[in-house]
């Protein structure tokens, strides 16, 4: 049987059980390439699930939608390694108990979709661990690399040029299982630390902050990548940031429902080679 | 050539050490370049990633972060905090292109007058050299300009 | 015969054209996004697109217009106001949805007061539009009765010819034909024949759509928020829509002077309807997605008579969790079956 | 409208010789919202002062910004005269051109120049500053003290004997702490108990102070001035009003062969017991796990001795609610324990013990009645060597820190070993010899110099038995050869370390520790004392390890720290401290985690049925010291800082 199957099955008796209120999954998109989310709520449509290597979008942020969760029902969830580290962020952070989650776990590695085993978070950790390890060694993507050996003037220059295009509309922000808040620092004007306007400085500032406010929360899922219209590269800002956090602090975000924020945290004895 | 460059720079630090520190400065009488502007505040923990950004956006050439050493803080570890904020603020602006030259950080005790006199010689010429942060005052000069066509 | 412009004379067009004190404008691939931008040459046209990732609407309604500067003094307030720059525009390879969606956005633009900085670059621009001849998956311009050839909006129109070599020119208004007049000798009679159009399939069935919309009883219905429950509620949709058209003025600045803008804004933020007490009237996202439907397709029809929708598809076609128009009209044309 | 006063002082020459003042005073009176703008000569003369007070009447001020020398300097003298002249104290800032400017600079023009960028900032920032309104907190005039032991019962006697009330809360049957078990003393060797049981006496018998025996605090809520504190009582099993003290039911219990917690396993007790024989409360306690009626069900012998009816097995743990001020932390430590000094054979080899069960065995109430005797077969030991730092000062297994006590007991344990046994021999490998103290020094000497001790300097590889004999292994690093003693007895100078449940007990209360569970002062210097939450005191070994006279001191040091607080019956703070707007907060908790004080809370809305609609960050202002770190950490600027508000900053740097 398929994992497809499989999982479809197992969403079928636990809609069927009652165990769960809801499966959130990917269902056939628009074309024959693209997947969308899916709710499904009764056992009959579970044929509606699809499960393959289009399926990439990160849907934890779903699972803090407004009242999802706070019936105490519990809701299963398709995720890929880096929903699960979302999911434990979101738990770190008090936006959700993960006690409530069933968990479809899956991986895509090339082509193939792997089934991740467990359905709770914790049985994910040896996952995640093997991810940290791996993380450092992770090839650059050669844009990366092109954009590390600039000079600053140059590094300056290519993201004016990307910031350029940004429209703001939050497609990145809303896209993110990170971004939470129920009121962005952008949308606070007492007083306007972000300019709200679509220009080279509001931009700028947007992109900046954003980046700061995932700094070591950020799982890498490529949500906000894909969702940004005007495809600006926004990975690699993210992807930048989380490798400075694992190399300086050993912080790898999401490893578990405990895990302290990097930010909110400290040892006395952490780097300061810049501090005069 | 015209006349030198005089760099704007704003400060941000904490009033325990560096504050202090600059006002021991004075009444030591010890004399530092005039470009530099405090903004006080109770403690580096208080120092948003925000203010820096703001500095940038009202024209400062540099931007200038103290506060007491590690240990010393008033707060107990507020400067622990603001250390590690700066350190991922830094790689953040260092790979969106603000040169690191221009944000810099230091530990200035009560005591230190001495050092905070260098500290600011020392920051004042640097940006000197670097001249004017023209990259980032073009951004806020487009700002100001109408639509394009 | 008919008149006929070949492509490989379209670098003397431009030339002509700016001669003759016309910026031209043409859709170009800039910074890894398609989009219509200023060009010196014709090569720097990219005119094989299906259609620009981003919008026409951006040369008309831009994402953020400085309105007036201000500095507050010690007993007064002095001010500075900002228009638009002036200058004849040309628009060269504008798509027939793009073109229909500001022919659709000039009654709202003019209604009960008239706004200058978009009429101002609306009298100033010339519309040359290219018929399509391919298309994709989201193209959905005969759903609204509108098609791969359609004038709306349009100053001139060009087909493409069979053979591929230039474009069958027909001239729509007289602000084209004033614009082509500056061509006049470029462009040849000829009996080429136009290539076919693109096949762009009928994807809902407008009419009916429109009248369950326009059916109180379906106002409430639990449509709404089984259709948007994915929805992460991101402008994409709105910025890159050619038709919508709300923005926000904001004023912008230090403690004692700054500028007043003109922002895009969006019903699908939060934000968009949250009033200061803190009651928000549209509090979810199925609301505001209801909204955009109905505006488009009952509101502003039943004052403007045209539905604010010129079938370009972006919204689905950029959309991070692939809904869009489409999408919702086409399940409710299934309802209203 | 804003209408600010900008009141520019010359501070003689000091600022008038090189910023240019009638400059500056036209150039802020030509500012917006700028209503006042003069200079004068002395602004903190009487004079001066009273001008300001004139302006701000005359001109109904909302706000002044005097440009003078620090805020540090003169901030609360114009923040009084503001207040006296019915403006806000809060609602004055000081821009400070003398320090910071004009005894720094040289140029006159640029030192104007950044004069008027220093008051206009200030004026910006003065604009969107708010009147605000000391913090006042009631304060519960009763004092908490935490642990029984030397420091606990110091700390409790100064606060009583002051005349305020004080709950002594002991885990343990008795109080006394370690400091009972100890024999004699250093550095004058006088008797520990002849010095502590009176102090016990005197503290249970205080009309001041109630003392709870074997009972834990289970919760700690509030802030300084208003703790709540639950205490369970453990069951004793013995009631305590009815119970006498005659130990009968002690003397006729069966189960005697139970190992001695307080003889640190070298004696026996029953099942009913007392600690020791001077226990304070002298009422015994049931030792449930070991209580052969407890077990079996049939036994009960004590409760038929009992002429007074005091047993009682049906007896439950019972809670007592306590509302209390300030709490003195005085958990003590534990000594660490050898086993993972294999090579040492602590565990393995009985006559191998160490120094705290060295003093059992010294001391006339212990199990050899003063006798030092070998553990294995009574005899007494010819040879005994003394390993110093066995544990301490050691990375690699045990602590990185010097548990400071060691080098003075262990000289102490040889001068007594050797006052016991005449011809014995001691031979002691040290590390060093820290003898910083009074009398410290010519203590140890006095060991070596009358009592003939033979230090070592070096470490000991290895300790096995051989013949009956414990064989050591050291080096003598002074001399550079390996040595190898035959000793009778070993006896390991152990580290001192936190109370096994060191840590956890810090969250109940919620202060800070380091690495090693020892609580965290809120200064090491200048609030050696204080945790970092208020109202919270450490004396004693729970903050590091601790000889009697520093632990005695500290005590002390927390007595007259919480007679301050109770000298007032309101604390009255600065109002900076930071607030939360909870319509925005995404509770996240990031500023819980942050905050250094454990002042920000979890609040949780709720709707008029009792369900919770969200968890929001709630900011206690008794406890906020108004650093801003949660501030900063706050994504969503749902926190904020009144006298440094996001929007006070925006506009002082917008100002320049």
Redesign the interface.
Known sequence: MSIEEQYRTRAKELLAGGAVKMVIGYGKGTTGERRRPIFITSPDEVERLVLDEACITNLSGYLVSEGLL?DEKRVAVFLRPEGVRAVNILAA???LDSDQLVIFGFDVVGNEIKALKGIHVEEFADVIESLKESAPGVAKELLLEKIESMSPQERFSYWQGEFAKCIKCYACRQACPMC??????VD?N????VNTSSHSLGNFEWNIVRAF?LSGRCVECGNCDRACPVNIPLRLINHRMAEEVLGTFDHFAGTSKTQ??V???FKKDDSETFIL | MSEPF?PKI?AFVC?YCT??G??L???S????A?NV???????T????PM?IL??LQ?GADGVLISGCHP?DC?????NY??RR?WMVFRALLEFIGIPPERVKYSWISAAEGVKF?EFINKVTEDIRKLGPFEQYTQLIEETEAAASL | MTKILFSDKLDNCVERWKKAGFSVIGPVQRNNISTYAAVERAAELDLGLILTERSIKELFFPQSEPMLQYT???DSIETKDFLPPSGQRIIFGARPCDASGMAIDDPLFGWDYKDEYWFQRRNESVIVTIACTQSDDFCMCTSLKLAPDSTKGSDILLRPLENKRGWLVEEITDRGRDAFKAIADIVQESADTAAPLAVVEKKFDLDRSVAWLQNPENFESRFWKEISMRCIGCASCTFLCPTCHCFDIQDEG???SGMRRKNWDSCSFALFTMHTS?HNPRSTQSARWRQRIMHKFNYFPGKFSVNSCSGCGRCSRQCPVDMGITETLQEISKLSQ | MAKIGVFICHCGENIGAKVDCTRLAAAMG???G?AVSVEYKYFCSDPGQESVKRAIRDNNLTGVVVAAC???MHEATFRKACAEAGLNPYLCEIA?I????S?????KD??T??AM??TR?MV?KV?RNNKLQPIEVPVTRRALVIGGGIAGIQAALDIANAGQDVVLVEREPSLGGHMAQLSETFPTLDCSQCIMTPRMVEAAQHPKIRLLTYAEIESVDGYIGNFKVRVRMKSRYVDLDRCTGCGDCITKCPAKKISSEFDCSLGKRTAIYTPFAQSVPNIPVIDKANCIYFKNGKCKICAKTCQCDAINFEMQDEFIELEIGAIVVATGFQVQNNTMYGEYGYGKYPDVINGLQFERLASASGPTAGKILRPSDGKEPENVVFIQCAGSRDPSKGVRYCSKICCMYTAKHAMLYAHKVHDGKTNIFYMDIRAAGKGYDEFSRRAIEDDEASYVRGRVSKVWQENGKLMVRGVDTLLGRPVEIAADMVVLATAMISQPDAKEFAKTIGI?YDEYGFY?E???KLRPVES?TAGVFLAGACQSPKDIPDSVAQASATASKVLALFSKEKLEREP?VATNNE?????????V??C??NAIE?KDILDRSGK?IK?VASVNPGLC?????C???C????LD?A??T??Q????????
Not at chain 2, 29 to 32: D, E, F, N, V
Not at chain 2, 45 to 48: D, E, H, P, T
Not at chain 4, 625 to 629: E, P, R
């Open positions: 706070s952070e008090s936006q939470y808040c129920r009121r962005c620092i606070s007492q007083p306007q630390w406010h302290e924020p930010l909110a945290s | 005089e704003i009033t504050y202090a600059a006002d400065a004075g009444t009488r010890l004399k530092y005039p502007r405090i903004i006080r505040l109770p403690c923990g208080r120092i948003s203010f703001k500095a009202k240990g008033h707060f107990t570890h507020g905090h603001a904020r006199a | 507050i003094k010690k230090d403690t004692y803190g | 030509e500012h917006p700028v620090s805020p540090r400070n003398r320090e910071q400017c005894w720094v600079h040289t140029d640029m030192a120049e950044k960028d220093i900032s910006e604009k800070g965290n809120a200064h090491l970092s900076v319509a925005t907060c995404a509770g996240c908790w990031g500023c985690l942050a250094p004080y979890q919770i968890r010291q108004g650093c801003g770190t501030v900063t950490f994504r969503s600027n749902s800082l006298g440094f996001e929007k900053i925006f506009a002082e740097v917008m100002g320049l």
